[in-house]
């Protein structure tokens, strides 16, 4: 007899390396999403921002701090209105310099939010764009 093991939750002991690896969701994976779903609206203008530092040539592979230290990971423009999208994983937390950063935005009359997954970000726009209710799960989207 097969056991349907769709419904369980996973045992992260008899899970391999590579499959625990996979089943955690990258902040990088859920930024590519997030910038691809926005780009596929012509009311919408994102990109992303590299805040890395510059390296440092005195031969100790160090690099001095951004400037631009805490700024959103994506900045959008929905019809005009200033969006600053943070992504995160479920466990990631938000560092004193993006807490700034969301304070200027806010103070400012943008909008920001920290995204820990797509619906959230969608939910965000729809809203921006005066559309409908807030979604739960992506098939009841688009």
């Known amino acids: 007899m097969v056991c349907d ?3 369980v ?4 002991n008899t899970i391999d390396f590579e499959s625990r690896r996979l ?3 990258s902040e ?3 930024q590519k999403s997030i910038l691809e779903w926005l780009n596929y609206h012509s009311d919408v203008y994102a990109f992303r921002v590299n805040v890395q530092g510059v390296p440092l040539h005195n031969g100790t592979g ?3 701090p951004s400037p631009n230290r805490g700024i959103a990971d994506i900045l959008a423009s929905v019809k005009g209105t200033f969006l600053a999208i943070e992504v995160k994983s479920k466990t990631g937390k938000q560092s004193a310099y993006q807490r700034t950063f969301q304070e200027y935005v806010e103070k400012s009359g943008g909008h920001y939010i920290i995204a820990r997954d797509l619906i959230t970000v969608m939910n965000k726009v729809d809203e921006l ?7 739960n799960t992506i098939d009841e989207t688009y």
């Open 5 to 7: 093991q769709r419904n």
């Open 62 to 64: 160090r690099f001095r």
């Open 23 to 25: 089943l955690k969701e």
């Open 9 to 12: 939750e996973p045992n992260y």
């Open 129 to 135: 764009l005066g559309k409908g209710e807030p979604k």
């Open 28 to 30: 990088s994976l859920i």
